[in-house]
């Protein structure tokens, strides 16, 4: 359906969203695939199936919910003449209310990510959402605590740590290595200059299929531009972070894992970068991001200004982590069990066990570049301390860790 604020069945379906998106519930709706017994899925049932965003990602992004998923439901703002009451919406809220989707793709630009992934868990739906996880770094934790107050599966849409060094993570998560002496120096591809935005553009009409409003939703309403629209959206801080924010979810998902990076976030980030513009994602050259253990990840662009040189990249092994132990240390590590495999969201849907790129999880990885580009954007060195998830004594920058949504959209 179109979305229309004047419709009274619409503002009572704004009501429970709006108001109890990442507030505590008293009950917890259970899709039909749960009732089967023993919490697992029939595997003569298909599961109901929609996509939210039918962009470049969509389609991709909706196959990762594994075989067995019936499309019945599709969502986008750009495609108001297509809306209808049976197969087609533009409106989210509308598609989560339908009691035969049971897993939903979302694919939205990521200022939409955290809304849509905390109301479908709310409505009892299973979620796997596309990178970047989020816009900033409150919305990950409520997305994380949606996760364990509804009890629902959820996974970011990339699949790097499946491939990681389970033994190189038991040392990291046997909680034996005090001290990491060694600097990771995360180079790749970052599109940071391709996915710059725009700071001087004339204003357009809003092409008449689109709902502007929308598409903008808890982001401001700034006057409609094509630059802003489409994958050059991620160039405005209004919807996205940039190429970093684009593209670091995929290069640092495994590292995260192996490393156990995933289970806590930096304390310090020290920035290379130009004075960046308030709307207009722009360059940066790189940023030194250091644990409470001494580990430090280096974010390097090799886009602007001199590359990271202040400390030789030393990558280190399975073995080399393990020759960081006592030797008594490595006898009470060989008698602990390793890490099990990870579980992809189509297995971990049957089973209701947590997908590898759970929220908890994949929330850490996001907060490593969402620090970076705070600390680009507020241009100096910041502290962050991982139990409060707030910067230390710097309250501008704070601000950016939980930001303000427009009107009438909030976290809770």
């Known amino acids: ?107 939205t630009p990521p200022g939409w990510h955290a809304l849509i992934s905390i109301a479908a868990m709310e409505a009892g739906k299973d979620v796997l959402c596309e990178k970047p996880m989020t816009r900033f770094i409150a919305e990950g934790r409520a997305v994380a605590d949606a996760e364990r107050r509804y009890g629902r599966i959820y996974q970011i849409g990339t699949y790097g740590r499946f491939g990681g060094n389970r033994g190189m993570r038991k040392v990291f998560e046997s909680g034996l290595l005090d001290k990491v002496d060694t600097v ?24 008449k299929n689109l709902d502007w409003d929308m598409y903008c939703g808890p982001a401001p309403l700034r006057p409609f531009h094509p630059h802003r629209f489409g994958g050059s959206h991620r160039g405005y801080w209004d919807y996205e972070g940039g190429g970093l924010a684009d593209m670091a979810h995929h290069q640092l998902d495994r590292l995260a894992y192996e490393y156990g990076r995933d289970m806590t976030a930096p304390v310090e980030v020290t920035p290379h970068a130009p004075p960046q513009h308030p709307e207009a994602v722009g360059l940066w050259s790189w940023c030194e991001l250091k644990y409470a253990d001494g580990f430090t990840l280096v974010l390097d662009s090799g886009e602007w200004g001199q590359p990271y040189d202040r400390l030789r990249d ?39 066990r947590p997908a590898g790129g759970n929220a908890d999880a994949s929330h850490r990885v996001a907060a490593i570049y969402h620090l970076a580009n705070i600390a680009f954007r507020v241009g100096r ?10 910067i230390i004594d710097d309250e501008f920058a704070n601000r950016l860790v939980n930001q303000p949504m427009r009107a009438p959209w909030r976290l809770g």
């Open 1 to 107: 359906m179109p979305h229309d604020a004047n419709r009274p069945d619409r503002n009572v379906s704004r009501r429970r969203f709006l108001a109890g998106a990442a507030a505590a519930a008293t009950f917890s709706i259970v899709p039909r695939h749960t009732v089967a017994g023993a919490q697992e899925t029939p595997p003569s049932e298909t599961l109901g199936g929609a996509l939210i965003g039918c962009g470049g990602r969509g389609e991709g992004t909706f196959r990762g919910l594994g075989r067995g998923v019936k499309r019945l439901a599709s969502c986008d703002v750009k495609y108001k003449d297509r809306a209808d009451s049976k197969t087609f919406y533009t409106d989210f809220r509308d598609v989560l209310e339908r009691k035969d989707i049971d897993v939903v793709a979302i694919a």
């Open 184 to 207: 990771i120096i995360q180079r790749g591809d970052k599109k940071v200059k391709q996915w710059s935005g725009q700071v001087r553009y004339d204003i357009r009409d809003v092409p």
């Open 314 to 352: 030393r990558h280190i092994s399975e073995a080399d982590v393990r020759g960081m132990l006592s030797e008594a240390d490595r006898r009470k590590l060989d008698a602990m069990p390793d890490p099990p495999p990870l579980v992809r969201f189509d297995e971990a849907v049957r089973t209701r």
């Open 381 to 390: 060195a910041i502290r962050f301390d991982p139990k409060t998830e707030k």
